[in-house]
T-cell receptor, first 115, second 113 residues
Framework: NAGVTQTPKFQVLKTGQSMTLQCAQD?????MYWYRQDPGMGLRLIYY???????DKGEVPNGYNVSRLNKREFSLRLESAAPSQTSVYFC??????????????FGPGTRLTVT | RKEVEQDPGPFNVPEGATVAFNCTYS??????FFWYRQDCRKEPKLLMS???SGNEDGRFTAQLNRASQYISLLIRDSKLSDSATYLC??????????????FGRGTSLIVHP
């Protein structure tokens, strides 16, 4: 049981390049989330998916797209990276009401630098 | 007013001290509450859930005050290993099942010898 996994762990992009951050969970959770964390800003929600086949915008969705490929996987895409997207990105999943694991579980993060 | 507010600190305490953090929330219909711990450059990890009746786990005690809309975390007998950032998480009572956790910005704790 690996929990929540993310790839890559580190990435450097040039402005205008694109990339996809991958996230997978093996806990059969319905809900998945993408956050970014910047110094002094705390965790900010980019997008979330309450269940397979649905996605919704969070607090800071501009410049990002997501895909809930199946129940396990939730990817985040930067179509044209900008220096303002330099951040640490965390994926999380959350158990379902009534399940023991109702709290969020986080992946180890992706540290992205855009030059 | 921010939805979830925490004093960023840092709280700088000696080993063995007792330290308490508060977290206030603005949505009176909030349903679930958690404390997470985040070490430098690592992912947040659940420290404890916060129940209406309060709960204790070893040196850690969490309390919920719905009337004043805050939760608290008390750490007794602080250890050097308790040094971290403590994040407060509040989940509103949303219809339709789309529960969106809201995070505070965290309180930094430094325990020194």
């Amino acid at each position: 049981n690996a929990g929540v996994t993310q790839t890559p762990k580190f990435q450097v992009l040039k402005t205008g390049q694109s990339m996809t951050l991958q996230c997978a969970q093996d806990m059969n959770h319905n809900s998945m989330y993408w956050y970014r964390q910047d110094p002094g800003m705390g965790l900010r929600l980019i997008y979330y998916s309450a269940s397979e086949g649905t996605t919704d915008k969070g607090e800071v969705p501009n410049g990002y797209n997501v895909s809930r490929l199946n129940k396990r996987e939730f990817s985040l895409r930067l179509e044209s990276a900008a220096p303002s997207q330099t951040s640490v990105y965390f994926c999380a999943s959350r158990g379902n009401p009534g399940q023991e694991s109702y709290e969020q579980y986080f992946g180890p993060g992706t540290r992205l630098t855009v030059t | 007013r921010k939805e979830v507010e925490q004093d960023p600190g840092p709280f700088n305490v000696p080993e063995g001290a007792t330290v308490a953090f508060n977290c206030t929330y603005s949505n009176s219909a909030s349903q679930s509450f958690f404390w997470y711990r985040q070490d430098c450059r690592k992912e947040p990890k659940l420290l404890m859930s916060v129940y209406s009746s309060g709960n204790e786990d070893g040196r850690f005690t969490a309390q919920l005050n719905r009337a004043s809309q805050y939760i608290s975390l008390l750490i007794r007998d602080s250890k050097l290993s308790d040094s971290a950032t403590y994040l407060c998480v509040v989940i509103p009572n949303a219809s339709g099942g789309s529960y969106i956790p809201t995070f505070g910005r965290g309180t930094s704790l430094i325990v020194h010898p």
